[in-house]
């Protein structure tokens, strides 16, 4: 059907229903890529950021810990002794509350399997740590020293380098979450322009051909009224749309039709009236005067 033999309400309602819903879509999908980088923004905020705080707590605790194993060695003042004890009895309880908070973060296996290590590493460090006690309290300080010096530094490295790997790894997903956000902030972007690109265009076109159909019959309609004033009633009609404009104008080929039909018909002429002529512009009154 064309868009000139439809009345102006329903054309005008089909065009900004078109562009109304064109722009339904685009907040649609302007709102889902929102949530998208709402959902990464989250992620970073909910999982990455306290993994990194946790592995911070992890590295400082291994590091205190490593402090109390050397002032094991040195102080050896009985009140000293006992207070470093605690003080190791107490780090090994943040170390635990700290793993309880870090597990239920964890994401990927990659990152599972470094843990893995830690734990492995923590829990030999505290097997370590249970002979360190030993030898204090037998006061045997040369052993001790040279465990401090082989395995515990041993074990600390090791701890240390799978600190250092999970704190890789996170940083990693940190980077990999941040790079999805800007992927989907480029795409709902480009998306977005070219979606309210198509839809202004979309607006000027509709209004443009609802402006030609809706002028161009009066157009044509004031073209006939001026014919008509001028006289001539022979004017050839054309087919006009079926919209409210174009309804006179399809009045047009009636109203010529009974206009040109010669009113002296009508009237009582003589025999030898001569016969009207066709397309004739002549008044009959003035064919009476004569």
């Known amino acids: 059907m064309s868009l000139r033999n439809m009345n102006i309400a329903p054309r005008a309602f089909t065009g ?38 946790d592995l911070d707590e992890f590295t400082q605790l291994t590091l205190r810990l490593r402090v109390l ?28 509350d700290a793993q309880r908070t870090y597990e239920p973060l ?33 006061n045997q300080i040369d052993e001790l020293r ?23 790894i996170n940083t990693q997903q940190i980077a990999e979450t941040d790079q999805d956000a800007k992927d989907q902030y480029s795409l709902s972007f480009n998306l977005v322009v070219t979606l309210l690109v198509i839809a202004s265009g979309l607006t000027l076109l509709f209004a443009w051909l609802l402006t030609v159909s809706i002028t161009k019959p009066i157009s044509k309609a004031l073209d006939a009224a001026e014919t008509i004033a001028e006289g001539n009633l022979t004017q050839p009609t054309m087919s006009m749309a079926k919209m409210k404009p174009g309804a006179c104008w399809r009045q047009w ?6 206009c040109a039909t010669p009113c ?9 009236w001569p016969p009207p002529l066709k397309n004739s512009t002549v008044s009959p009154t003035k064919v009476l005067a004569a």
């Open 16 to 53: 900004f229903a078109l562009i109304g819903g064109l722009m339904l879509i685009l907040g649609v999908f302007a709102l889902n890529q929102m949530s998208k980088i709402r959902a990464a923004g989250e992620d970073i905020a909910t999982a990455s950021v306290p993994s990194i705080k």
């Open 69 to 96: 194993s050397y002032r094991l060695l040195i102080n050896r003042e009985p009140d000293v002794q006992q207070k470093t004890i605690e003080l190791f009895d107490l780090r090994n309880r943040q170390i635990a």
């Open 106 to 138: 964890i994401e990927g296996p990659q990152e599972r399997a470094a843990y893995e290590q830690y734990v492995q590493l923590l829990a030999q460090y505290r097997q370590l740590e249970e002979r360190m006690k030993t030898l204090s309290r037998n």
């Open 146 to 168: 040279q465990m401090l010096n082989s395995d515990l530094l041993s074990n600390s490295e090791a701890v240390n380098t799978a600190l250092a790997r999970l704190l890789e």
């Open 253 to 258: 080929p009636k109203c010529n039709r009974s």
């Open 264 to 272: 002296s018909a009508s009237l009582v002429r003589p025999r030898n």
